[in-house]
């Protein structure tokens, strides 16, 4: 096992003051910081510290013997490591995005390679041929927008507040209060005409006013939410667009499972994100970046669906279990107590090791390896039983694994 060091990640959505806080450093930081990147991806590998001093990228030493470091998923995979693993601190919403699935990020991926767009083209819109599933789960209270409410909830939404120039979108939806008649009326939206959007977004601002003013509750927090994207994006018809979604928020320990073609923002929170290893990304608003609504449109997931939160599971180890269906990793979350015995965290690998509360020390035959909070470590598949043990008081780690292998 070696102890990892993240990828810092500084976007323009990030906190200066959670990745800080939690890793150690001093508050603010100078520029926000969006995430800490744990993995093997090429955009931006972690680095492995492996003795004497000298460190390499993750990604240089899965490439250099993919057999001994993933073992078994090496070839199911490409002799890649299949996931991500990131913090994420978001203290600005994130751009309305989706992610394709297999068979489209391979389609799209070639399609634009044969148009000659380079990867690195801010036009691109698919940068590898991987779909791109993703879990978070939440360090502390994460809001976020997530998949297509259910049509009469929303149409009762559009008339609680009370705008005039809406009636004919409730209209439309409650005429065709399913996946179709999302469509149409998402599709209406995110392709009005700038002069029609700029009358019409600011009456349903308004309208958001009104109805807060009212002291209603039932739909305080989409109009809420509707405000604050206006806020940050004035003008953006992905304001409206957020009108259709689930707004959620998880509290600690909980997650939120996306799949591909499932629209979402998160709006704000700090979180532990696993996904697999992609970087293909479609948006639809809230974002100064390249937004494709004709391929957006071609991903999209319209069927509604309840509010995707996820549960943590007992999984009879001492640990709790993130279930999903995505074959690229695994999840669980291990609680620990200083003086309690020493807790098996893996088998076996590949998988990382992420202290996310108190310090922990790792134990692997005869190594030893103490994670503050915020740091991590690789795990081989080369590597036997990595056991764990809380220091001086409370600690919390996470463990990713291949999907399976957990």
């Given amino acids: 096992m ?3 060091v993240g990828a810092l990640r500084s976007y323009a959505w990030g906190s200066r003051t959670s990745l800080a806080r939690l890793c150690g450093r001093p508050v603010p930081s100078a520029h926000p910081e969006a995430e ?7 955009a ?35 002799g890649r490591l299949p996931f991500l693993l990131k913090i994420l601190a978001a203290e600005e919403p994130l751009s309305l995005q989706a992610h394709p699935s297999s068979a489209q990020a391979h389609a799209g991926f070639h399609r634009e390679n044969q148009a000659g767009v380079p990867l690195d083209s801010p036009m691109r819109n698919y940068r590898d041929e991987n779909h791109k599933p993703e879990l978070v789960v939440a360090l502390d209270r994460f809001e976020a927008l997530a998949g297509f409410r259910e049509p009469r909830r929303t149409v009762e939404l559009l008339r609680a507040l009370d705008v005039a120039a809406l009636e004919s979108y409730a209209d439309l939806l409650a005429a065709q209060p399913d996946s179709d008649g999302l469509r149409t009326l998402f599709t209406t939206w995110i392709t009005l005409p700038q002069n029609v959007l700029a009358s019409l977004l600011p009456q349903v601002l308004d309208g958001c006013v009104r109805y807060l003013s009212s002291r209603k509750r039932k739909f305080a927090a989409e109009a809420r939410t509707a405000l604050e994207l206006a806020e940050n ?22 997650a939120l499972f996306l799949d591909a073609g499932n629209l979402h923002a998160y709006l704000r929170g700090l979180g532990v994100e696993i996904m697999a290893n992609s970087d293909n990304v479609l948006r639809g608003g809230l974002t100064p ?6 391929e957006l449109l071609r991903v999209l997931d319209f069927e509604p669906i309840d509010l995707p939160v996820v549960l943590p599971e007992p999984a009879g180890d001492g640990s709790v279990r993130y279930r999903t269906p995505a074959p690229e990793f695994a999840l669980r979350r291990f609680d620990l107590t200083e003086g309690s015995a020493l807790v098996p965290l893996t088998e076996a690998g590949p998988g990382i090791v992420l202290c996310t509360a108190g310090s922990v020390r790792l134990f692997q035959e005869d190594s030893e390896l103490v994670l503050e909070r915020g740091a991590a470590a690789w795990i ?10 809380a220091l001086n008081g409370q600690a919390q780690v996470f463990c990713a694994c291949v999907g399976g292998t957990s």
């Fill in 2 to 4: 070696h102890e990892l």
């Fill in 36 to 42: 800490l990147w744990f993995g093997a991806h090429p």
């Fill in 44 to 78: 931006d590998p972690a680095q492995v510290r492996i003795g004497n001093g000298s460190t390499t990228s993750l990604l240089e030493l899965v490439s250099a013997d993919p057999d001994r470091e993933l073992g078994a998923a090496a070839p199911e995979f490409g």
């Fill in 233 to 254: 994006y004035p003008g953006d018809a992905g304001v409206l667009a957020a009108l259709l979604l689930n707004r959620l928020t998880l509290e600690p320990g909980q």
């Fill in 289 to 294: 970046k390249h937004v494709d609504v004709p």
């Fill in 380 to 389: 081989s598949a080369a590597d036997s039983e990595v056991r764990a043990q």
